[in-house]
């Protein structure tokens, strides 16, 4: 008799480990993953305010980034009116960085025919001519001011999804931290009793 008792409070203890999942908070990881810090809220973590903070600090820093290499941009585009005498521009990148590599349009044509790539180059409507060196090379600074802007806030986005990551791991951890299992036999006139018990 005593060993089918052992073997069902094995086999309950067992099933309580290996199918017990926590009933509240609902959905910690999903809230965490949504706004970094939810889901420790939820479980009344003074962690919660971290991730809140930080959330907070990477939407101001992205903000403050993105509304400053649009005041740069809208620079270069005045620099090269009054510099190089650009009128009409396409949106593309790769022209804005020939505007540097070039002193003009006439030697990016040539560049390009003496490369035989042809159908690299722009149209005559996006044509350009720097009026001194020293204006072109002020150009390209400020052209790597602006991407270097762009390229930082790329870093912050990158820091959102660490964000996120970090309050994913820290959701698992106060789960296995709030998840308690009990359980506690004891013998009755004809068999046993077996009482056993989950609390989060």
């Known amino acids: 008799m005593k ?21 509240v908070p609902k959905q910690p990881l999903l809230k965490s993953l949504i706004l970094p810090g939810w889901g420790e809220y939820s479980y009344q973590s003074k962690s919660a305010y971290i991730f809140f903070g930080t959330e907070l600090a990477l939407w101001i ?18 620099y090269t009116t009054l510099h190089a ?23 990016h044509r040539e560049t390009m025919l003496e490369n035989r790539t042809p159908e690299d180059i722009w149209n005559t409507d ?10 072109a090379q002020n150009y390209r600074d ?12 790329e870093f912050v986005i990158t820091g959102f999804i660490v964000n996120r990551i970090a309050s994913a791991i820290n959701i698992k951890y106060l789960q296995q931290k709030n998840m308690q299992l009990s359980a506690f036999a004891s013998p009755v006139k004809g068999g046993g ?4 018990g989950l609390s989060f």
């Open 3 to 23: 060993k089918p008792f052992s073997y069902i409070l094995v086999a309950f203890l067992l099933a309580g480990l290996a199918f017990a999942q926590p009933s």
């Open 61 to 78: 820093g992205l903000g403050g980034l993105r509304y400053s290499a649009a005041i740069q941009n809208h620079d270069l585009i005045s």
């Open 85 to 107: 005498g650009l009128n009409t521009y396409p949106d593309n990148k790769q022209y804005w960085a020939d505007l540097g590599n070039y002193s003009s349009y006439a030697d």
């Open 126 to 135: 996006y044509i350009w001519e720097w009026d001194s060196e020293s204006a």
């Open 142 to 153: 400020l052209y790597r001011k602006k991407e270097l802007t762009l390229l930082s806030s």
């Open 193 to 196: 009793y077996v009482h056993l």
